[in-house]
């Protein structure tokens, strides 16, 4: 698929994993909303207290619920809107 992958891809939707290899300042909610129950979504994302980025992992418990959690420092690609 080729596209905007801030978007994630609805038609497939939900997933069980989402791996994202590129990180912004948060976590996209169009992935969030693409999580399906006991899913889990593991993306880079920005750390203001750092200025870096961190590890986030989000699941999504059967009960809909979202736990999020931060992880070590990492450094990703940014992500970027559009498909320029």
Avoid: C
């Avoid at 909303?33 to 880079?44: F, H």
């Avoid at 809909?64 to 070590?72: A, Y």
């Amino acid at each position: 698929v080729y596209g905007d992958g801030r978007i994630g891809h609805a038609p497939n939707a939900p997933y069980d994993g989402i791996i994202a290899a590129a990180g912004g300042e948060d976590i996209p909610q169009p992935w969030i909303d693409q999580l399906g129950l006991g899913g889990r979504l593991v993306a880079p994302m920005l750390d203001v207290r750092s200025g870096g980025q961190v590890l986030v992992v989000i699941d999504r418990h059967a009960d809909g619920n979202l736990v999020r959690s931060l992880h070590e420092a990492v450094r990703f690609v940014p992500l970027k809107s559009g498909t320029d």
